[in-house]
């Protein structure tokens, strides 16, 4: 049996990566994953690194479950609808899946719809999935999220994996540990913790590769280091006391950067009763400036 997903990556291309390749580990199928692209002057540079990259996800999701596959950039002068559509019947492909991204009844108009052509032109059947960030379930976001998670006390790393057992976690119980997989791999986001490891340390190179960070602690649970974790540009700062609730958290911080923001108000007004509970009355106070500027930014 062979399978074609439509890939132009994004968070749509994601879903329907996944859903293919599970269809594919039940129905003992090949892979072929596309990236259509027209080609000639409408296509830039950057465009073309973005597809290399976006296969390159595909290609290691597909090998790391095991899954026999092809991936690669098709450039025919075709639209993508027509590429693909052209693709299925040169292969004979048995199944489609194809992502579907949001479109204002304007853009479809002028646009038009490279679903609808598939869905009307291909040979074969085709499955569609569509992303909607305001409904999709937190289970169908972190799926297959590769996660960094860098602890020195190895309960937590195994709690962790328990809780995210839906993504693809690498562990570090060492600042040295991590920086190596830093620097080998690509994540969606990291987890870390601040004592022990050199948190802050991990926080400046996570930021350099604009790796969405979650710092979390429980012997470095202080105002201080609260207002430390947001100023080195950490997406949130939870308490090992949330641990049970660590899948909102990864879920928020992901679905901000998402928006293009990091959405400091939503994780801290949701925590602000415990760190009032933890820090006690008026502990803001000792750094009123810094929260008033936080307040006036994020919403207090």
Same mark, same amino acid.
């Given at each position: 049996?062979?399978?074609?997903?439509?890939?132009?990556?994004?968070?749509?291309?994601?879903l329907?990566?996944?859903?293919a390749?599970?269809?594919?580990?039940?129905?003992n199928?090949?892979v072929?994953?596309?990236?259509?692209?027209?080609?000639?002057?409408?296509?830039?540079?950057s465009?073309?690194?973005?597809?290399?990259?976006?296969?390159?996800?595909? #290609?290691?999701?597909m090998? !790391?479950?095991? $899954?026999?596959?092809? *991936?690669?950039?098709?450039?025919? &002068?075709? +639209?993508?609808?027509?590429?693909?559509v052209?693709?299925?019947?040169?292969?004979?492909?048995?199944?489609?899946?194809?992502?579907?991204?949001?479109?204002?009844?304007?853009?479809?108009?002028?646009?038009?719809?490279?679903?609808?052509?598939?869905?009307?032109?291909?040979?074969?059947p085709?499955?569609?999935v569509?992303?909607?960030?305001?409904?999709?379930?937190?289970?169908?976001?972190?799926?297959?999220?590769?996660?960094?998670?860098?602890?020195?006390?190895?309960?937590?790393?195994?709690?962790?994996?328990?809780l995210?057992?839906m993504?693809?976690?690498?562990?570090?119980?060492?600042?040295?540990? #991590?920086?190596k997989?830093? !620097?080998?791999? $690509?994540?969606?986001? *990291?987890?870390?913790?601040?004592? &022990?490891? +050199?948190?802050?340390?991990?926080?400046?190179?996570?930021?350099?590769?604009?790796?969405?960070?979650?710092?979390?602690?429980?012997?470095?649970l202080t105002?201080?280091?609260?207002?430390?974790?947001?100023q080195?540009?950490?997406?949130?700062?939870?308490?090992?006391?949330?641990?049970?609730?660590?899948?909102?958290?990864v879920?928020?911080?992901?679905?901000?950067?998402?928006?293009?923001?990091?959405?400091?108000?939503?994780?801290?007004?949701?925590?602000?009763?415990?760190?009032?509970?933890?820090?006690?009355?008026?502990?803001?106070?000792?750094?009123?400036?810094?929260?008033?500027?936080?307040d006036?930014?994020?919403?207090?």
């Amino acid at each position: 049996m062979k399978l074609l997903v439509g890939y132009n990556g994004g968070e749509v291309g994601r879903l329907a990566l996944s859903l293919a390749r599970d269809f594919a580990k039940k129905n003992n199928a090949f892979v072929y994953i596309i990236t259509s692209m027209e080609g000639g002057s409408s296509e830039k540079q950057s465009d073309i690194i973005e597809a290399e990259k976006g296969l390159e996800f595909a #290609a290691e999701l597909m090998k !790391n479950s095991g $899954v026999k596959y092809d *991936a690669q950039q098709s450039v025919r &002068g075709l +639209s993508a609808g027509e590429d693909l559509v052209k693709f299925a019947e040169e292969n004979d492909i048995d199944h489609i899946f194809l992502g579907i991204k949001k479109k204002s009844r304007a853009q479809k108009a002028i646009l038009g719809s490279t679903a609808r052509y598939v869905i009307l032109k291909a040979p074969c059947p085709v499955t569609t999935v569509k992303f909607e960030l305001d409904n999709i379930k937190i289970e169908n976001l972190l799926k297959d999220r590769r996660i960094l998670v860098v602890d020195d006390e190895p309960d937590i790393l195994e709690t962790v994996e328990e809780l995210l057992d839906m993504c693809v976690l690498d562990t570090a119980a060492t600042f040295e540990e #991590a920086k190596k997989l830093i !620097n080998r791999n $690509v994540y969606d986001v *990291a987890i870390l913790d601040i004592m &022990g490891v +050199s948190g802050y340390d991990i926080l400046d190179l996570t930021r350099e590769k604009d790796i969405p960070s979650l710092m979390l602690t429980a012997h470095a649970l202080t105002p201080e280091n609260l207002r430390e974790s947001i100023q080195k540009g950490a997406d949130s700062y939870i308490p090992k006391d949330e641990l049970a609730n660590l899948d909102h958290h990864v879920a928020d911080a992901i679905k901000a950067r998402v928006e293009g923001k990091q959405g400091y108000g939503a994780w801290f007004n949701t925590l602000k009763p415990f760190f009032d509970k933890s820090f006690g009355k008026g502990w803001r106070d000792k750094d009123r400036s810094f929260w008033n500027s936080f307040d006036d930014k994020y919403g207090g």
